[in-house]
């Protein structure tokens, strides 16, 4: 694991049917996340969705980082944050025009209550 931890931060690509573990390179750079191939925030998801019976397409995710990836497009809307990274906002339905720091998803959650689009378990918006 050190290995890899080294090959990652000097950017040596292994060759992915080789990996045991997934890297997921965070901001700033010095992030490293070593994981399990088949763990993700996306697979987590889709496991809570399931528990508690709530279809994928009425989930919003927000993320800034890779680790956030499969976790923007498993769900049924994915908004970036500003302060995302470019692959992130390649990946993701929106960006919003705030970051973290700024209160960015409350500000989007209460546009997006303004606006009517979201639906609640008592029927209400």
């Not at 997921?24 to 070593?34: D, L, M, S, W």
């Not at 998801?45 to 397409?57: F, N, T, Y």
């Not at 500003?82 to 919003?96: C, F, G, H, L």
Request: proline fraction near 3%.
């Amino acid at each position: 694991t050190t290995q890899l931890v080294r090959e990652e931060l000097n950017g040596i690509q292994q060759n992915k049917e080789q990996q045991n573990a997934h890297v997921i390179r965070g901001a700033p750079p010095f992030f490293v996340e070593i994981l399990d191939p088949t763990v993700n925030k996306g697979h987590g998801l889709r496991q809570l969705c399931q528990s508690v019976g709530i279809p994928l397409e009425e989930v919003i995710a927000f993320g800034d980082g890779d680790n956030d990836l499969e976790f923007l497009s498993m769900a049924g809307w994915g908004v970036a944050m500003k302060n995302a990274r470019e692959v992130v906002k390649e990946a993701a339905d929106e960006v919003t025009e705030w970051t973290n720091d700024e209160d960015g998803v409350i500000k989007m959650l209460q546009r997006y209550e303004g606006e009517g689009k979201l639906l609640f378990s008592n029927g209400s918006c």
